[in-house]
């Protein structure tokens, strides 16, 4: 199975640095996803991982260590249109499932 | 269309009653998933397709749940004798294949009262 964490809430100022934690325990792996929701919306993808390093799409950059079961979104530039839930999942082994994190509510104050 | 859609957007049933939610994936896409979202909480895989392979059951909650995908393109996901606690969002997704990004459709409501 897999175990996904990643902290319930965050909350930073327009035009800084934040950094969204996810750690996970699984029994395969095969990538990490990273979406974004915006409250009462659908998820929409942002990044992909499956081998360790960094990828980085203009403001967003997603990094991944496969050894410590660990991943983080780097969100640059913070605006105010960046508050929203961020969703970590790993996909396992077969390549079938997405399994979700609880989601990190960031809140952006001006 | 250009993205996933699904029908009907808002669903209110009684106890009891079976519901057939709907699900028109974007054309070409081989992967189908359907996941639940309950208010506030993350996303839980029910069930996914990958072109004529048998489905990948293993996240539907009991066996009032079922779904099928005719032609490889649209989905019905059906709950019957519906329970409270299947009250929730049930998105869709779709993708290529299993190695890119899921496109989401907009969810279906599901209040049951």
């Known amino acids: 199975g897999q175990n996904i964490d990643q902290p319930t809430e965050m909350t930073a100022t327009e035009g800084a640095i934040v950094q969204i934690n996810c750690t996970y325990q699984?029994?395969?792996?095969?990538?990490l996803f990273w979406y974004q929701q915006h409250a009462g919306e659908a998820p929409t993808f942002l990044s992909y991982?499956?081998?360790?390093g960094l990828e980085e799409k203009g403001r967003f950059s997603s990094f991944l260590s496969r050894s410590k079961g660990y991943s983080y979104l780097l969100l640059k530039e913070l605006q105010m249109k960046d508050s929203a839930s961020y969703l970590c999942a790993v996909r396992d082994h077969a390549g079938n499932m997405l399994t979700f994190g609880g989601g990190t509510r960031l809140m952006v104050k001006p | 269309g250009a993205g996933v859609s699904q029908s009907p957007s808002n669903k209110v049933t009684e106890k009891g009653k079976d519901v057939e939610l709907r699900c028109d994936p974007i054309?070409?896409?081989?992967?189908l998933y359907w996941y639940r979202q309950s208010l506030g909480q993350g996303l839980e895989f029910l069930i996914y397709f990958q072109g004529n392979s048998a489905p990948d059951k293993s996240g539907l909650p009991s066996d009032r749940f079922s779904a099928e995908r005719t032609g490889g393109s649209v989905s019905t996901l059906t709950i019957q004798r519906t329970q409270q606690e299947d009250s929730a969002v049930y998105l869709c997704?779709?993708?290529?294949?299993?190695?890119?990004?899921?496109?989401f459709g907009p969810g279906t409501r599901l209040t049951v009262l």
């Open positions: 997704a779709s993708s290529k294949g299993t190695s890119v990004g899921k496109v």
């Open positions: 054309s070409g896409h081989t992967a």
């Open positions: 699984t029994s395969g792996f095969n990538g």
């Open positions: 991982n499956v081998l360790d």
